[in-house]
C-alpha cells in the first residue's frame, strides 16, 4: 500500500490537516557533531547482506562513544532503488531490507537515550517514478496529479519523427535531462535518473505535501532533516538551453537551474508551516552555491536553514579537461585550505557552515587527500580529522571515517553496483571512446561513489563482521587490518583520536565562536591556522605531507603561553615553533 497518495491538498491547506503544534525554541545546532550513517552499508541483523535499522540500533553505542550529538540516516523510505533509496515510491513507508516503522521507532528511542537525535535525509527534489503520484500524473494529461511534476512539449520533431527535448539540460545520471512519455505525448524532467522524475514546487498542491510528510516523521521524534539538492526546487517557468551543453559540455546542467528564483520563498514558507513548531536541526545539500548564497539560505538573520553543505572543496581535484570528477589527479593543497578559509571568513558571524571531508557520495578522505599506505594511514587521518574538526562550523563524520576506512580499486566494473559510475563508464569508454577501459577504472577507484559504500568494517571475521550472508556490495579486502574492533580501543588509533577532538569543541568555546585565519595560504606541504574568541587564541597546525616541514610562518603573537591540547604523534612537542613531523597535527592553546 502507497501511504502518500491521497486527493491532492487544495492550497494552503495542510495535506495531512489538523493545526500545527504549538512553536518550540530551536536548538543551539553550532554545538552539534553529526554521524552520518548509510543503512545500506552500516550493519546487517538479518544475514540478508543488507544493512537495515535494527543493525544500526546494535551498533548504536559505538556512534555514541565519539560524543556526537545527532545521526544523518541516509533514505530509508520505500524505493525500488534505482539509486539506492534516494529514489522514494513511498515517503511514509520503510524499505522492507531495512525493517518496518516500529524498528525506526526504536532505533529513534535508543538514540535518545544515549543522548542523541535521528535525522533523516528529506528527498523532495524529486521521487521514484513508481510513486503513485507520479503514476498518476503519466496517466493523463487531464489527471489532478499531472502538474505535481514537471511536463514540456518536445521542442519539435525531427525528420524520422523522434520528439526533440524542450531545452538540451544534461541530467547527472544519463546523457538528457529529459524524458519521452510517449502516452501522453511530452517529456518530463529529471535532474537524475530516468526513474528520478522532478517534482514541480510551482504547484503549492505539492509543497503541502512535502510539509505534510515532514511532520508525519517530525512527530515521530525525528529531530531534523537533511535536504537533498534542496536547492534545485525552484527551476523558474522559461527553461532555456545550457549554454555549456551548447559549447560541447557534458556537465550536469543542474547547475544552470540551482538557486532558482522561488528558492528562498519556498524555504522560508517550509519553516513558516513545519520547521518553527518543533526543535529541529537542517542542513541543505547546496551544489552549485557560493558564499553569498551560503549568506541567504544559513543566514542568521533569514534563518531558512542552520547550516548548508558547501561543494566547492569537494570539485578542486576534478578532471582539467573538463570531463567532471573522473580523474585520478591529487588536490592542491594551497588551493583546498584557500577555499576552505573562504567559507570561514565569508561566513563568519553571519551565517553557519557544515563540515565535512566524507559522506556516501564523496572517496574516502584518507585516499583522497590523505596518505593511505600503512605506514601513514592513522596519522593522515587523525591529521585531517584534527585539521576539519577545529574549524568554524558543525562537523560532520561519515561512517568508517572514525577508523580511518580507505578507498577499494574493484579488478572489474561488475564488482561495483553505483548508476553514477556505470553510467560514466558507458559515456566516457562506450560510447564516447575518451577514456580507455584501464583510465576509467583508475578513476572510479579514485573518485567513485561505491568507495563510501563499501560495507562498514567492524571486524575481522568473515565480511568484516557487516553480515553473516553475501554482502550487497563487497568488502573492502583490507578489512582484516582496518577494522572497528581493533581500531576502537586504541589510545593512537582513529576513532580515539576523533572522540578527542570531539571533546575538544564540547568544552571550549573558542572552538564554536572563534574568529578564523589562515597562516599559510600558499605554502603547498603545511595546513595551519589560528581561531581568536577574546584572550584565547587557538593555533592548529599540521603538516600534509611524508616528511618532516618547519612551520612557514612565526608563532602567533598570543596573551599568554601557548599550552598542548592534542597531537596526533608521540612523543609530544614541547614547543609551537619545533618542526612537524609526517602528518603531524597539533592543537595549541593559549589565554
Known amino acids: 500500500m502507497n501511504h502518500d497518495t491521497h486527493t491532492p491538498a487544495a492550497a494552503g491547506t495542510p495535506a495531512a490537516g489538523g493545526p500545527a503544534p504549538a512553536p518550540a525554541p530551536a536548538p543551539d545546532f553550532r554545538r552539534s557533531v553529526v554521524y552520518q550513517v548509510y543503512p545500506r552499508s552500516f550493519a546487517d541483523s538479518n544475514g540478508d547482506g543488507i544493512g537495515d535499522l535494527r543493525g544500526i540500533t546494535e551498533h548504536l553505542d559505538h556512534i555514541a562513544g565519539l560524543g556526537v550529538t545527532d545521526i544523518w540516516l541516509s533514505p530509508v523510505y520505500a524505493s525500488p532503488n534505482d539509486d539506492n533509496g534516494y529514489d522514494i515510491s513511498d515517503y511514509r513507508a520503510i524499505m522492507p531490507e531495512f525493517g518496518t516503522l516500529e524498528d525506526f521507532d526504536e532505533l529513534v528511542a535508543a538514540a535518545r537515550e544515549r543522548g542523541m537525535r535521528i535525522i533523516m535525509d528529506l528527498v523532495v527534489n524529486h521521487t521514484s517514478d513508481e510513486h503513485e503520484w507520479f503514476r498518476q500524473s503519466r496517466s493523463s494529461r487531464e489527471n489532478p496529479y499531472r502538474d505535481y511534476y514537471i511536463w514540456r512539449d518536445p521542442a519539435g520533431f525531427r525528420d524520422d519523427g ?37 517534482l514541480n514546487w510551482e504547484n503549492p498542491r505539492v509543497r503541502e505535501e512535502v510539509y505534510a510528510l515532514m511532520r508525519f516523521w517530525l512527530d515521530r521524534g525525528v529531530g531534523g532533516f537533511r535536504m537533498d539538492v534542496i536547492n534545485a526546487i525552484s527551476k523558474g517557468e522559461e527553461f532555456v538551453d545550457d549554454p555549456r551543453v551548447s559549447a560541447g559540455g557534458r556537465e550536469s546542467s543542474l547547475y544552470l537551474v540551482a538557486n532558482g528564483p522561488r528558492v528562498h520563498e519556498f524555504l522560508q514558507e517550509m519553516r513558516r508551516e513545519v520547521l518553527d513548531h518543533y526543535d529541529t536541526i537542517t542542513v541543505g545539500e547546496t551544489p552549485g552555491t557560493t558564499v553569498e548564497d551560503g549568506l541567504k539560505y544559513a543566514g542568521f538573520a533569514r534563518g531558512e536553514l542552520n547550516m548548508v553543505f558547501t561543494f566547492e572543496h569537494m570539485m578542486l581535484d576534478g578532471n582539467p579537461e573538463g570531463y567532471g570528477k573522473w580523474w585520478d589527479g591529487r588536490v592542491s593543497l594551497p588551493a583546498l585550505k584557500q577555499n576552505l578559509a573562504h567559507w570561514q571568513k565569508g561566513l563568519e558571524g553571519r551565517a553557519w557552515n557544515s563540515l565535512y571531508w566524507n559522506n556516501h557520495d564523496q572517496p574516502r578522505v584518507v585516499s583522497r587527500f590523505g596518505d593511505d599506505r600503512p605506514e601513514y594511514r592513522v596519522r593522515s587521518a587523525a591529521m585531517l580529522g584534527t585539521v576539519l574538526h577545529m574549524l568554524c562550523g558543525t562537523p560532520y563524520i561519515y561512517q568508517g571515517e572514525e577508523i580511518g576506512m580507505t578507498n577499494v580499486a574493484f579488478p572489474e566494473l561488475s564488482d561495483y553496483d553505483d548508476i553514477e559510475q556505470r553510467n560514466a563508464y558507458h559515456q566516457y569508454v562506450t560510447d564516447g571512446g575518451i577514456f580507455t577501459h584501464e583510465q576509467m577504472m583508475r578513476y572510479i577507484a579514485h573518485r567513485g561513489r561505491d568507495n563510501a559504500r563499501t560495507p562498514m568494517q567492524w571486524d575481522a571475521s568473515e565480511n568484516a563482521g557487516f553480515t553473516s550472508g553475501t554482502p550487497w556490495l563487497r568488502v573492502n579486502p583490507n578489512y582484516p587490518d582496518i577494522n572497528a574492533a581493533a581500531d576502537r580501543p586504541d589510545p593512537h588509533g582513529v576513532y ?96
Not at 567 to 577: F, I, L, R, T
Open 162 to 198: 523522434t520528439p526533440i527535448p524542450p531545452t538540451n539540460w544534461v541530467s547527472c545520471f544519463s546523457p538528457s535531462a529529459w524524458e519521452w512519455d510517449e502516452a501522453t505525448g511530452q517529456f518530463y524532467l529529471h535532474f537524475f535518473s530516468t526513474k528520478q522524475p522532478d
Open 496 to 591: 580515539q583520536h576523533y572522540r578527542r577532538l570531539i571533546e575538544l569543541r564540547h568544552r571550549h568555546e573558542v572552538i564554536i565562536s572563534g574568529d578564523f585565519e589562515l597562516l599559510d595560504p600558499e605554502d603547498p606541504h603545511t595546513f595551519s591556522y589560528v581561531r581568536r574568541l577574546g584572550e584565547q587564541t587557538l593555533l592548529v597546525t599540521a603538516n600534509v605531507s611524508d616528511e618532516d616541514r618547519a612551520l612557514p610562518f612565526p608563532v602567533p603573537e598570543a596573551s599568554g603561553p601557548f599550552t598542548l591540547l592534542n597531537s596526533n604523534v608521540d612523543p609530544a612537542p614541547e614547543a609551537p615553533d619545533q618542526p612537524l613531523r609526517p602528518y603531524e597535527a597539533r592543537i595549541w592553546l593559549a589565554g
